[in-house]
């Protein structure tokens, strides 16, 4: 059975509980998470799972027109985000 999180503000929790983002979302095989909650980032989510899955992910994100130009500006914040923010 695939198991998804809707992980929006996984981050406030795990900050709360001390715990590896990881060790949280072990039994499940996908999730969404914001950058700009617990994150500090500006803008952006991330969707995570295996390879296959993001695959598909990527086909009906064209299919329902979810495209940004110019995201690299507003990607690198999350990667800053993702890289500095302590959890
Ligand atoms: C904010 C929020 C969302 C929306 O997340 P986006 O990635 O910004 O679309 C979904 N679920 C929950 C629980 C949220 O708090």
């Known amino acids: 059975m ?3 999180v809707d992980g ?3 981050f406030s929790g795990i900050a709360e509980l001390k715990v590896d983002p990881s060790e949280v979302l ?4 996908s999730a969404t ?3 700009s909650k617990g994150l500090c980032a500006p ?3 991330i969707i ?9 992910v990527k086909i009906n994100r064209k299919i329902m027109g979810g495209h ?3 995201a690299g500006v507003v990607a690198n914040t999350g990667l800053i985000a993702l ?3 302590r959890f």
Do not use: Q
């Not at 072990?26 to 095989?29: D, G, I, L, Q, T």
């Not at 995570?48 to 598909?56: N, W």
């Open 2 to 4: 695939h198991v998804h």
């Open 68 to 70: 940004m130009r110019k």
């Open 43 to 45: 803008v952006g989510s």
């Open 26 to 29: 072990k039994e499940c095989s």
């Open 33 to 35: 998470f914001c950058l």
């Open 8 to 10: 929006a503000r996984i």
């Open 48 to 56: 995570v799972g295996d390879s296959d899955f993001i695959a598909r």
């Open 83 to 85: 890289k500095k923010m």
